[in-house]
């Protein structure tokens, strides 16, 4: 009892408690802080690896489909070896496809194996493939192939002929290697992992193990467990036996049959907090033996008074520095609510007055005149009642002048707590600035994409079922390309930004616009007084209105249109892709309908979608085949009826449609990337036939924007003629506007690399562009074709007007002038008078095959009309 009372002793008993419990505090802190951190960094690096996995798993899948369609087409003679070399299937990330017969005997591959037969029958993805009753895709586990010699994933699909019987089955293999790429950058430390597994839990591919000893395998895994059929889990592997400890995160993919998982080791998620922990636990061995040693010291001395009193005076003094020189604020209250220790950062966080705070007053009293927290009792009463259920909680304080503290609470032995205190307002701020840097467009300060697939989701989440019903609109601008072109893109950022706040003039608070790429913008609609879909073709027509109202932008007047697509919800999905689909289906409608337009989705726009998707394998197909023949219209000179040149236009007799419009399946080549093919087999057949017509008649080939685009246009036109021995002077190429504004300076160097080769050069649909005019002065050609819409009107005195100022023009620039659409002998009579020297129409001929072409063609006769 003597010794409990000695000042010293007691002083001892006091401080070390609050040494080790501050330690405690802060050090659980940063561990939490490191959890959560690597937390949210396996969360995206999980979801990195399921999109870079399944955008290679998408890839190859297509190329299955493709190499099958070709396979049913005619199975004797098809060579898999041929196709892939033709159509570039098995590059980049694919090692090889092979076809395996109903016999289990590969019988092509796209390696050129000639060994000995290879019996495939017992390989997991041919026997699973063949039971399969539906038509999908199967991920087998990895196998070392017999021809490649590679580890390799099989990507397998059935094969069919062409009644749909099955022929045995098509597989691509894609390297292990290459699902892992993502490894290298994504900063998993020591330990981490990637794994990726099929649906049965076999391991497909791993990065960070021991690869030979877990490819193929499926052994026993706490992720088959955790996801069950959810697609996302986050948990610890933990007590492995001479295994390290893991935070594991568990994807699900929604499109494929495969399952990924990133791993961090715990060693390296609390290496940083583990440095600091030593550091601290230095201090607090430090003040912990300072103040054993002088208590003992003051024990054995205690007939030196005095010289005890200087020792605890220094001790003291000793442990304020310590609380002095904590990075936080620190206060600790005991279980009647009472305060018994602080420091000054403490203080100055809440702006309590030193001579005001003692040891020992209440919570109450000492919180009483600050103003960030309005009711202290409720702070307290829910301060305890946290505090009773769990040992370690955290608040976060706002004050009214901007400041944010963070306050992590420890629960006290023996009743109260000790709390640490570290303002995180610059913190806050940096947070909240990447928050808004992540979901907000940094020119229009509208949602981005990410935040507005993301309130789809959350309005989805929050109210399933038809009582959560809105409405999405997108919304595509009409010329935009051409004023961004014309006037610099710093005229076009000034552009977006008003249309940006036209739409937000539109909308109500309750609705969310957001620009999702670089002129297209959209609209989440929520329910109001009026039924949903009213309400939003209501609005829709307002913006299509409004947006294409005049803007001067830097003086300059400026005009444009918007194209709208309305979805929908629940009537036209319920996942946030198949919403975005449906409302992209009607805003091509819209665009379709002429734009300055919108359009709600319906079954039917979904059908016209499939039909185009369904084009368009079947066209990538006929060109391959090299199936698509050319036609010619002829040019003629009015005054002698003699053909002066022929028109070369691609014609598609398509063998269960019939003759599909060039409008048609033009335009499918164009969405499709299939032109540039296109348009350079229309122009090595025009090269050949015209070797076969007169020497004085030239063949006029159109051009794409799209092939201006590839660096080899100018060889192509070269090779063109020098294979079929064609003159430079005997071909004409035709350039519509287009051109110009895909990119007009390089797409003008082409064009003076091609005029320089000896060709000329047509500019096609004169007067209906942005800006015709401007293009006779950037660039010199040799014709100008006057479009149809002007000869059709030709009976007015203001087009007669407009041609007689075209005919002036090209006069003075020495330019050939033809009229297109020319169906009348009293149209041709017009345009004599007029001194238009050439036409082109169904009055003289219909684009017909090189056999039926009228080259030696009378005088018109008058009165003489086409048949339209």
């Given at each position: ?7 010293p002793?007691q002083i ?5 408690p609050?040494?080790w419990i501050?330690?405690?505090a802060?050090t659980?802190s940063?561990?939490a802080?490191a959890?959560q951190?690597a937390r949210?960094h396996?969360?995206?690096?999980a979801?990195l690896?399921?999109e870079?996995t399944?955008?290679i798993?998408?890839?190859v899948?297509?190329?299955?489909l493709?190499?099958?369609a070709l396979y049913a ?5 098809f ?9 570039r ?6 090692v090889q496809f092979?076809?395996i017969g109903?016999?289990?005997y ?7 194996y000639?060994g000995?037969?290879?019996y495939?029958?017992d390989?997991e993805?041919?026997a699973s ?17 017999r021809?490649s010699n590679k ?9 069919f002929?062409?009644a749909?019987?099955p022929a ?10 290459v699902v892992?790429r993502?490894?290298d950058t994504?900063k998993l ?11 049965n839990?076999?391991v497909?591919?791993a990065?960070?193990v021991d690869h030979?000893?877990v ?5 026993p ?9 959810g697609f996302?889990a ?7 036996p001479?295994?390290?400890d893991?935070?594991?995160t568990a994807r699900r993919?929604?499109v494929f049959?495969l ?16 440095l600091?922990q ?7 061995l ?5 103040i054993v040693?002088?208590?003992?010291f003051h024990?054995r001395r205690?007939?030196?008074l005095?010289r005890?009193q200087r020792?605890l005076r220094?001790f ?8 002095r020189?904590l990075?936080q ?5 005991d279980?009647?609510?009472?305060l ?10 809440y702006?309590l ?8 007053m209440?919570?109450?009293e000492?919180?009483a005149k600050q103003t ?5 009792e ?5 301060l305890?009642s ?8 955290s608040n976060?304080v706002?004050?009214p002048d901007?400041r944010v503290v963070?306050?992590?609470?420890g629960r006290?032995?023996?009743?109260g707590?000790?709390a640490?205190?570290?303002?995180i307002?610059?913190r806050?701020a940096?947070?909240d600035?990447i928050e808004r840097l992540?979901h907000?467009d940094?020119l229009?300060?509208l949602?981005?994409r990410?935040?507005?697939?993301e309130?789809i989701?959350e309005?989805?989440?929050g ?6 019903a ?9 010329k935009f390309?051409?004023v961004?072109?014309?006037l610099g ?6 552009l977006?930004k008003?249309v940006a ?6 909308i109500?608070d309750?609705d969310?616009?957001?620009r ?6 959209a609209?989440?609609?929520?329910p109001?007084?009026?039924?949903i879909q009213d309400?939003a ?14 803007y ?10 918007c194209?709208?697509g309305?979805?929908l ?9 198949e919403?975005?689909r449906?409302?992209?289906l009607a805003?091509?409608?819209?665009k379709s ?6 359009h709600?989705y319906s079954a039917?726009l979904?059908?016209e979608a499939?039909?185009?998707n ?7 197909e006929a060109?391959?085949?090299?199936e698509?023949?050319?036609y010619?219209q002829?040019?003629?000179?009015l005054?002698t009826?003699r053909?002066?040149s022929v028109e070369a236009l691609a014609r ?6 019939g003759f599909?419009?060039p409008a048609?399946f033009?335009a499918?080549?164009?969405a499709?990337?299939l032109i540039?093919e296109?348009?350079?087999q229309v122009?090595a057949?025009?090269?050949r036939?015209a070797?076969t017509m007169p020497g004085?008649?030239?063949v006029?080939?159109n051009l794409s924007?799209?092939q201006?685009?590839g660096a080899n246009?100018?060889?192509i036109v070269?090779s063109?003629?020098?294979q079929?021995?064609?003159?430079e002077?005997?071909l004409e ?8 504004l895909a990119?007009?300076?390089?797409n003008?160097k ?6 320089a080769?000896?060709?000329s050069?047509?500019?096609d ?7 015709s ?5 950037a660039f ?12 059709d ?8 007007a ?8 090209a006069?003075?620039l ?6 297109e659409g020319v169906e009348t002998?009293?149209q041709i009579?017009?345009l ?5 020297a050439?036409?082109q129409g169904y009055f ?6 090189l056999?039926d072409l009228p ?7 008058r009165?003489?009309?086409a048949?339209?």
């Amino acid at each position: 009892m003597t010794i409990l009372r000695n000042a010293p002793l007691q002083i001892a008993l006091f401080f070390l408690p609050l040494v080790w419990i501050g330690y405690v505090a802060i050090t659980s802190s940063e561990r939490a802080d490191a959890v959560q951190q690597a937390r949210s960094h396996g969360d995206s690096v999980a979801e990195l690896f399921e999109e870079n996995t399944e955008r290679i798993i998408e890839r190859v899948d297509q190329s299955l489909l493709v190499v099958r369609a070709l396979y049913a087409q005619d199975p004797l003679t098809f060579s898999l070896k041929f196709w892939s070399d033709k159509a570039r299937i098995a590059t980049g990330d694919v090692v090889q496809f092979s076809l395996i017969g109903l016999d289990g005997y590969m019988f092509d591959t796209t390696t050129g194996y000639s060994g000995a037969p290879l019996y495939l029958g017992d390989r997991e993805h041919f026997a699973s493939v063949m039971a399969q009753a539906d038509d999908s895709l199967y991920v087998a586990k990895p196998v070392l192939g017999r021809a490649s010699n590679k580890w390799t994933i099989q990507l397998a699909r059935k094969l069919f002929d062409l009644a749909r019987n099955p022929a045995g089955v098509v597989v691509g293999s894609i390297s292990v290697d290459v699902v892992g790429r993502i490894y290298d950058t994504a900063k998993l430390g020591a330990g981490g992992t990637l794994v990726l597994r099929n649906a049965n839990h076999v391991v497909l591919a791993a990065r960070g193990v021991d690869h030979d000893t877990v490819l193929g395998q499926r052994a026993p895994n706490r992720v088959e467990g955790e996801l069950r059929d959810g697609f996302y889990a986050q948990y610890w592997n933990e007590n492995r036996p001479n295994r390290r400890d893991r935070l594991i995160t568990a994807r699900r993919s929604r499109v494929f049959p495969l399952i990924f998982t990133v791993g961090i080791s715990a060693q390296e998620i609390y290496s940083r907090s583990d440095l600091r922990q030593k550091v601290y636990l230095g201090g607090a061995l430090l003040l912990t033996f300072i103040i054993v040693t002088a208590t003992l010291f003051h024990w054995r001395r205690q007939l030196a008074l005095g010289r005890a009193q200087r020792e605890l005076r220094d001790f003291a003094s000793k442990f304020e520095d310590a609380l002095r020189n904590l990075p936080q604020g620190l206060s600790m209250f005991d279980g009647r609510d009472r305060l018994i220790a602080f420091n000054r950062q403490w203080l100055e966080l809440y702006g309590l007055e030193p001579e005001e705070i003692r040891i020992g007053m209440d919570f109450r009293e000492v919180f009483a005149k600050q103003t960030a927290v309005l009711d202290v009792e409720a702070y307290l009463v829910d301060l305890k009642s946290r505090l009773e259920q769990s040992e370690h909680i955290s608040n976060t304080v706002p004050f009214p002048d901007g400041r944010v503290v963070y306050v992590s609470y420890g629960r006290r032995e023996g009743g109260g707590w000790v709390a640490t205190h570290e303002d995180i307002t610059e913190r806050k701020a940096s947070e909240d600035r990447i928050e808004r840097l992540a979901h907000y467009d940094s020119l229009t300060g509208l949602a981005n994409r990410n935040l507005f697939k993301e309130h789809i989701d959350e309005v989805l989440a929050g109210s399933p079922g038809p009582e959560a019903a809105f409405a999405v609109l997108l919304l595509d601008l009409d010329k935009f390309k051409a004023v961004n072109d014309a006037l610099g893109h710093q005229c076009g950022d000034a552009l977006l930004k008003q249309v940006a706040g036209r739409i937000k003039a539109q909308i109500r608070d309750l609705d969310m616009a957001a620009r999702i790429g670089g002129d297209e913008f959209a609209v989440i609609v929520a329910p109001g007084r009026t039924a949903i879909q009213d309400g939003a073709a209501s609005l829709a027509a307002r913006l299509v209105q409004v947006i294409a109202e005049p803007y001067h932008i830097e003086g300059h007047p400026v005009v444009i249109g918007c194209s709208i697509g309305l979805a929908l919800v629940p009537e036209h999905g319920t996942r946030v892709d198949e919403i975005l689909r449906n409302a992209d289906l009607a805003l091509y409608r819209s665009k379709s309908a002429g734009r300055s337009c919108f359009h709600v989705y319906s079954a039917e726009l979904k059908a016209e979608a499939d039909q185009r998707n369904v084009l368009e394998v079947e066209l990538r197909e006929a060109i391959w085949r090299e199936e698509i023949d050319v036609y010619y219209q002829p040019v003629t000179e009015l005054s002698t009826g003699r053909v002066k040149s022929v028109e070369a236009l691609a014609r598609w007799r398509h063998p269960i449609r019939g003759f599909i419009p060039p409008a048609e399946f033009i335009a499918v080549a164009e969405a499709g990337g299939l032109i540039v093919e296109l348009g350079n087999q229309v122009l090595a057949k025009a090269c050949r036939d015209a070797t076969t017509m007169p020497g004085d008649v030239k063949v006029a080939v159109n051009l794409s924007a799209l092939q201006f685009a590839g660096a080899n246009l100018v060889d192509i036109v070269t090779s063109a003629l020098a294979q079929n021995g064609l003159p430079e002077t005997r071909l004409e190429l035709e350039i519509t506007e287009s051109v110009f504004l895909a990119d007009t300076q390089e797409n003008l160097k082409t064009l003076q690399r091609l005029k320089a080769l000896g060709v000329s050069i047509a500019l096609d649909d004169f007067g209906v562009g942005y800006s015709s005019l401007s293009y006779l002065t950037a660039f010199p050609f040799d014709k100008v074709k006057i479009d149809k819409s002007f000869i059709d009107r030709i009976d007015r005195c203001e087009t007669v007007a407009v041609l007689k100022s075209i005919v002036q023009l090209a006069k003075a620039l020495k330019l050939s002038i033809v009229a297109e659409g020319v169906e009348t002998s009293a149209q041709i009579a017009r345009l004599h008078s007029l001194g238009i020297a050439l036409g082109q129409g169904y009055f003289f001929s219909r684009p017909v095959p090189l056999a039926d072409l009228p080259l030696q063609s009378p005088v018109p006769r008058r009165g003489r009309r086409a048949v339209a």
